[in-house]
């Protein structure tokens, strides 16, 4: 599994595995359904809604790497 980047889109991370939504709800990014989370990237819709991207990013790469992918 490729590691996850904050010029991926949210879309592309939920593709490999829709659990991970919990961790972009956590981080305030709820309208995960929604264009934006098919066009924009993880980075521009972090600073967008002031959100810590280098943290996101750590954590969803936790996230998989706990799962060995």
């Not at 490999?16 to 309208?31: K, N, P, S, T, W």
Request: with cysteine; hydrophobic share 40%; net charge negative.
């Amino acid at each position: 599994m490729a590691k996850i980047t904050e010029d991926m889109t949210i879309m592309d991370v939920l593709k490999q595995d829709r659990e991970v939504a919990a961790i972009f709800m956590q981080y305030g990014l709820h309208c995960l359904g929604c264009p934006g989370a098919t066009m924009e990237s993880i980075g521009d819709a972090g600073r967008v809604h002031g959100i810590d991207v280098t943290k996101l990013i750590e954590d969803l790469n936790k996230y998989f790497e706990s799962k060995g992918e």
